[in-house]
């Protein structure tokens, strides 16, 4: 089974600053990694798709980038409604297996 | 709308079972593969289970295995978990998720239910 390593654990950054959250794997996931967004008491929401590809409807401030086992989602621009948890998640083999999330929370 | 809906959830004692229904609707059902992920208070996303779209393969973790059957129905745009022998550490909210594809490719999730409560405790 493919672990994914997300760091920091919390990010604690003010409106308007700029996020940069990181998930390591210890395999080569090639560019199969996706990027989830959950508020509190809210069900999680697919971001970006395959290291890079923003899901519809998702702001372009949310990035996503990297390749093989290191990957990094930036966020340019925090808004109020981005201070959430993210977390990463391998699609390159089965079992699909999540990172343990970084929160973003306000400074 | 693309839409998620699941019910069942239940507070249970330890080694008893419990039934989790997903009904889906707004988008062909029977082209996608479905799963479950929980989240145990104040944890994060474990993925559960997943089943293809239309041969019944299915997939679990190895922490559910032999205790929990996911199942679905395409006539009626739903999918179930069974679970049995619950142990405390089952205790969390269980999301039903839709894949972004069949079963050619591994899941990834881009519609989720609002999640159903299961609380095994004596």
């Known amino acids: 089974e493919i672990a994914l390593t997300q760091f920091p654990g919390t990010l604690s950054l003010s409106p308007g600053e700029r996020a940069t959250l990181s998930c390591r794997a210890t395999?080569?996931?090639?560019?199969?990694l996706v990027w989830y967004q959950q508020r509190p008491d809210q069900a999680p929401r697919l971001l970006i798709f395959?290291?890079?590809n923003r899901a519809p409807g998702v702001p372009a401030r949310f990035r996503g980038s990297g390749s093989g086992t290191d990957f990094t989602l930036t966020i340019s621009g925090l808004e109020p409604e981005d201070f959430a948890t993210y977390y990463c998640?391998?699609?390159?083999?089965?079992?699909?297996?999540f990172g343990q999330g970084t929160k973003v929370s306000l400074k | 709308d693309v839409q998620l809906v699941e019910s069942g959830g239940d507070r249970v004692q330890p080694g008893g079972s419990l039934r989790l229904s997903c009904a889906a609707s707004?988008?062909?059902?029977?082209?996608?593969?479905m799963s479950w992920v929980r989240q145990a208070p104040g944890k994060g996303l474990a993925w559960v289970a997943a089943?293809?779209?239309?041969?019944?393969?299915?997939y679990y973790a190895e922490s559910v295995l032999g205790r929990f059957t996911i199942s679905r129905d395409n006539s009626k745009n739903t999918v179930y978990l069974e679970m049995n022998s619950l142990r405390a550490e089952d205790t969390a909210v269980y999301y039903c998720?839709?894949?972004?594809?069949?079963?050619?490719?591994?899941?990834?999730?881009?519609?989720w239910g609002q999640g159903a409560r299961v609380t095994v405790s004596p």
């Open positions: 998640q391998q699609r390159y083999s089965w079992p699909p297996s």
């Open positions: 089943i293809s779209e239309s041969d019944g393969s299915t």
């Open positions: 395999q080569n996931l090639k560019n199969y």
């Open positions: 707004g988008f062909s059902f029977r082209n996608y593969a």
């Open positions: 395959d290291t890079s």
């Open positions: 998720a839709k894949c972004t594809g069949g079963w050619y490719e591994v899941c990834a999730s881009d519609v």
